[in-house]
């Protein structure tokens, strides 16, 4: 992505969110009460032999079967395959189960969902605004007033906080319903090329991110409810112009590790996924896609986000591999990033195809 390209299309009117790496310039993001299975009762029946087993309460993600052996029943669950014999396109695209069943099971309600939402959201907005700025400031620091380089260091930091943040809000809410089934939070390199073959087809779907954005941003100026100012630079925006190679090595990791490390713990793994456990996987992606978007504090950003997000959903899905999400939003950040440094693609093969022959 070129520089001109990416400051056409991406900006906003604040630092505070660092959920979000914009510039001043229309810039994109770079991208739970119990209810365990508790009371559920098997009732054993002979028959034929072997036991047959039954439950009122039978899991959406797990396959119940019964074997045989020596008259008895042996109860043995595993989580369910990826299908491609879904009963519509959309699920036979997302290898969703043919039995209709879901791919996550909650052992705990909507309420619980949405209060785990609630507590990160307050501690997000507290730990950047209020923690943050007070120990820097005990520190001898005024966070109001960094070099390029200082901000940066701040910035990669206090993203490091929000991911350890995250991993506690999950841990301590989640404590009453462990062990977790093997579906929830799957971290693994990839076995299947086919999964990569996603990764890159995902990472190809950005332009229309920024077609998106494009449409946003014309809408909004055109409507007058925002107003763009070219003169206006956020820090992280003069640090990337910048020679200072330590202020773009910490910008790096925080857009292409940090932030997609946490963001796609909260956001897919968990939200998403607890999610699809009670709604349909469609209506799930969508309402945990505007969510992430209105995370990152951005009107113009709203459109291409919230696309981004049903992506990520969309990848998360078909591999059942949360570092597949995490991997396409770290190339959507660096991507964003690169814009600030690397020269105009337009201007690289103009140069390419006018050279003159020797």
Known sequence: MSASLARSFARTRSDASPLSLTSSRKRITPLRPKRAFEGVSLAFERSGGCRRVSSPFASRTLRTRAVASGGYGEVESEPSEPSTSGTTWFERFLKLPSDGSAIWDAPWGVKTTVSVMVVWFCLFFIVGNAVFPFVAGALGFDSTNFTQRGLAVYSFCLDIAQMFMTGFVLRQSLRAFTPLGASWFPVRWFEDKKHVRDVLLACAAFPIVVWLHGISVTALETTGLLVFDDAITTGWEQSMRSDD???????????????????????????????????????AMIISSVVFAVAHL??????????????????????????????????????????????????????VFSAPLP
């Open 245 to 283: 190679l330590l202020s773009k090595a910490f910008y790096v990791l925080l857009a292409s590790v940090a932030a997609p490390v946490w963001e796609e713990l909260i956001f897919r793994g968990f939200f998403f996924s607890a999610l699809s456990a009670v709604i349909s996987v469609k209506r």
């Open 298 to 351: 951005s009107l113009e950003q709203f459109l291409p986000l919230t696309f981004l997000g049903c992506l990520h959903c969309v990848v998360f899905v078909r591999t059942r591999n949360l570092l597949a999400p995490a991997l396409v939003h770290s190339a959507w950040n660096a991507s964003v990033l690169a814009g600030d440094f690397l020269p105009p693609l337009t201007d690289v093969l103009r140069a």
